[in-house]
């Protein structure tokens, strides 16, 4: 007898009725679908209404020997069941993503994940996949700038744009290379996907046939394929270099990707206009931890040489750092207090003495406090920078 709890059918994600014995068991109506390795048409049969089962080749009559079978592509095995069904069963677990709202939402393209690729940085996958269908014009800027990924999206599809003549033997390559920076660059994404396992990865949507599953199962779901591609090279990877596993973010910089999601557009505008107007320095141009005091300061503090050294060879924070500098740097008729007011014109000293001091040499920070503070260093930021040195010095 089938349980009463509502459960989904693993394959096409339709609520289901499940057998508390078969976890994985897929619904009626993916049953229909059952061929063997061949792509043969399955009959299953359980003429006893007992524990035995029968399963021939619909076409043929002759008996299948094997519990092995397919349901559009994916492997399942048949089970015995009781009473008056067959049972077929998924051969593993199967995740559905598409919402950013679910659990599994940080798998969808529209994700809030920047990436840096070709030398510029991307506000989500989505944007530098949809960006490549116009390679190399105007149009691919114009997809970059999109402020969401969906509007991205909608200009990629915009078919009164010059679609690249080679796009169609290209795009799964540019997605692969899209995702494959998301789920590398962010190291919390990296455990995220890992600890997914062996499970089939799904884009369960009716709106996608091709990258995802069409809502039924009858879709290619590419993405998944690319998501579960991208994982075992991940893990292939992280055998070879298991010291990679304990670099995995261990400094929480995911904190400052998170601030900076739908604000860094912004803060870009305001730099750029000389004028400062809204409240993003501490995660924008961070200081050492000790400067400040409140909670908002102390969560996007700097705790160490480390970290800071993590964040300046961060793909996408590093580089937005720098970039923020350097619209600063074309200030040349402001002052920092006139740009950022009080007291956030001390916060870009600090914040300039803490990455010049790890920095290379003549770096853009190194800039920063010739052209704004007379060259001079932040005398608090290199206390708190030498003290936690020796702390941790004496921790080894």
């Given at each position: 007898m089938s349980?009463?709890?509502?459960?989904?059918?693993?394959?096409?994600?339709?609520?289901?009725?499940?057998w508390p014995q078969y976890p994985l068991a897929v619904c009626l109506a993916c049953v229909e679908h059952a061929t063997d390795a061949l792509g043969r048409k399955l009959k299953l049969l359980n003429p006893a209404l007992g524990a035995g089962f029968e399963v021939t080749v619909a076409d043929t009559g002759e008996a299948y020997q094997s519990q092995t079978c397919y349901i559009r592509g994916v492997e399942c095995r048949v089970a015995v069941a009781r009473l008056d069904a067959v049972v077929i069963e998924a051969a593993r677990k199967s995740i559905g993503f598409y919402h950013l709202d679910q659990p599994y939402g940080f798998c969808s393209n529209f994700a809030p994940y920047p990436i840096r690729l070709k030398d510029k940085i991307w506000a989500t996958s989505e944007h530098y996949f949809q960006a490549q269908k116009f390679a190399g014009t105007v149009h691919e800027e114009q997809v970059q700038q999109a402020p969401t990924p969906r509007l991205a999206a909608e200009m990629g599809r915009d078919r009164n744009r010059p679609l690249r003549p080679d796009w169609h033997s290209i795009k799964d390559a540019t997605m692969r290379e899209a995702v494959y920076a998301k789920f590398t660059?962010?190291?919390?994404?990296?455990?995220?996907?890992?600890?997914?396992?062996?499970?089939?990865?799904?884009?369960?949507?009716?709106?996608?046939s091709y990258w995802g599953d069409g809502g039924d199962g009858h879709g290619k779901n590419r993405l998944g394929l690319v998501l579960m591609e991208i994982r075992t090279q991940i893990r292939q990877d992280l055998c070879h270099s298991p010291s990679a596993i304990a670099e995995m973010d261990t400094h929480n910089l995911q904190r400052f990707i998170e601030a900076q999601a739908n604000r860094y557009q912004q803060v870009m505008a305001e730099l750029a206009q000389g004028h400062k107007r809204s409240h993003w320095m501490w995660y924008i141009f961070p200081q050492f931890a000790g400067l400040g005091s409140s909670p908002t300061s102390q969560k996007y503090a700097i705790k160490s040489r480390a970290e800071a050294q993590a964040y300046l060879n961060h793909p996408v924070l590093g580089t937005r750092l720098v970039e923020c500098t350097e619209t600063v740097l074309r200030l040349k008729d402001r002052s920092a207090q006139a740009i950022f007011?009080?007291?956030?014109?001390?916060?870009?000293?600090?914040?300039?003495?803490?990455?010049?001091?790890?920095?290379?040499?003549?770096?853009v920070f190194e800039q920063v406090l010739y052209q704004f503070f007379q060259g001079k260093r932040d005398e608090k930021t290199l206390h708190l920078l030498a003290r936690s040195d020796q702390s941790r010095e004496g921790s080894i």
């Open positions: 349980s009463d709890q509502p459960c989904s059918c693993p394959l096409c994600f339709q609520p289901v009725a499940q660059q962010h190291p919390n994404l990296t455990t995220k996907l890992l600890a997914t396992g062996e499970a089939r990865l799904v884009e369960h949507t009716r709106n996608d007011g009080t007291p956030d014109d001390l916060k870009l000293h600090s914040c300039a003495t803490l990455f010049a001091t790890v920095g290379p040499p003549e770096s």
